[in-house]
């Protein structure tokens, strides 16, 4: 990844700014570039708040099972009905969280050729992307990110995060390493139990998910949408539902998440002791649970004064295990929803073919079923 440094830092500056998305330069213009213009239909305000339903998770992290009984009543009627709920008392150290957010700050504010440095490579979901302008050229997001992966290892000396930080960026993001990694692993642990969770909700074997789980390789992406000149023209991420398993979402104080609930876009109020959690488009409970839970809607607008950040973690499967509804469900359904798959076809998929909107799932089964014979 480091040696696409110097074929950058030799690029001529107006090279870099029209190559890529350079805020500091963006900024400056009285408008926002036509790439960035969304259809007005996707930029419709939202006009309520979310009621997202608020689920304690202490009692049950605890054991507690008239407690978990609660957690799981709420998790089922919001996974029913659109996909998305919130948690608190979920365990994660909140001097962790504002860690993450201090060290991605420091990566954003780099000059633009280091980020570029580590750009993601065409394929790849690693590195760093402005406006993903490498991969589309209409309907940009106002946003820069940098995505890494993240999956449990013996190697405690070099584990898979700080590594990542390490290789890329160097000495000077070591703490950065270190401080994601310790996010990844508290993501990571909360997932699995939020996966329990589901499990018992569905009426499925309370560890049905974890195996799935336990050795897959999850994304960790931290957004950054710069303040924009005509917020009312551009997204921060356009509509889409999250092509992965379940994403376990910060956003800080700004606000900005909205979500297409009961027709309506509503926007989820920022709460720094939460976390935002929602079902990834099939993949999987949506995909394992038969479609009987919804992936939901969402996308995140961008602000006129302020920058905004937001740190998603999004769980995933083992890449080459297949992902299918559990037996006793299809049973019970009487059909089955979806044809077998694993993440790494999903994967393939949105990283090379198809860019991640509200029709991910009916488009990735259609070029399935054509591009592989498969049947349902
Ligand atoms: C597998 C992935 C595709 C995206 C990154 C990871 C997890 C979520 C996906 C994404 C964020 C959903 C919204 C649209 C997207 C294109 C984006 O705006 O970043 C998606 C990611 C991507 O393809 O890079
Ligand atoms: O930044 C946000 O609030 C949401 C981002 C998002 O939906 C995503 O990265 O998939
Ligand atoms: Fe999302």
Not at 19 to 38: A, E, G, I, K, T
Not at 53 to 68: I, K, Q, S, Y
Not at 170 to 177: M, N, S, T
């Amino acid at each position: 990844m480091n040696s696409g440094f110097c074929m950058v830092s030799s690029l001529k500056h107006q090279e870099v700014q029209s190559r890529f998305f350079d805020p500091s330069w963006l900024q400056m213009q009285p408008h926002v570039p036509m790439s960035f213009v969304w259809p007005k239909e996707c930029v419709v305000d939202a006009n309520e708040e979310f009621q997202a339903p608020m689920v304690d998770l202490g009692g049950f992290l605890r054991g507690d099972e008239d407690a978990t009984h609660v957690a799981v009543k709420l998790i089922r009627k919001a996974c029913s009905t659109h996909g998305f709920f919130q948690v608190f008392n979920h365990g994660v150290d909140p001097l962790l969280i504002a860690q993450a957010y201090q060290q991605m700050d420091a990566f954003f504010k780099l000059p633009i050729d280091r980020k570029v440095s580590i750009r993601k490579t065409p394929g790849s979901v690693w590195g760093y992307s402005g406006a993903h302008a490498d991969r589309f050229s209409s309907k940009l997001p106002w946003k820069e990110t940098l995505s890494f992966p993240f999956h449990d290892d013996n190697n405690t000396l070099d584990p898979v995060v700080s590594t990542f930080f390490n290789s890329t960026l160097g000495q000077d993001f070591q703490q950065a390493g270190v401080v994601f990694q310790k996010y990844c692993e508290s993501m990571k642990e909360l997932g699995m139990k939020l996966l329990e969770l589901l499990a018992i909700s569905l009426g499925v074997d309370r560890l049905h998910y974890k195996e799935l789980f336990e050795d897959g390789c999850s994304v960790m992406r931290c957004n950054f949408y710069p303040s924009c000149q005509e917020p009312s023209l551009a997204l921060g991420t356009g509509p889409h539902c999250d092509p992965t398993s379940l994403t376990i979402l910060h956003q800080d104080q700004v606000g900005g998440l909205d979500v297409f609930a009961d027709n309506t876009w509503q926007t989820v109020p920022p709460r720094a002791r939460a976390l935002v959690v929602n079902i990834g488009d099939t993949f999987t409970v949506q995909a394992l649970s038969n479609g009987r839970y919804k992936s939901c809607l969402h996308r995140a607008v961008v602000n006129k004064y302020k920058e905004r950040r937001s740190l998603a973690f999004f769980l995933c499967p083992k890449e080459d295990k297949v992902v299918r509804a559990p037996e006793d469900i299809v049973r019970r359904d009487g059909t089955k929803q979806y044809p077998d798959f694993t993440w790494s076809n999903l994967l393939e998929f949105t990283q090379n073919y198809y860019r991640a909107d509200e029709a991910t799932l009916h488009n990735f089964t259609k070029w399935l079923l054509s591009s592989k014979q498969q049947t349902l």
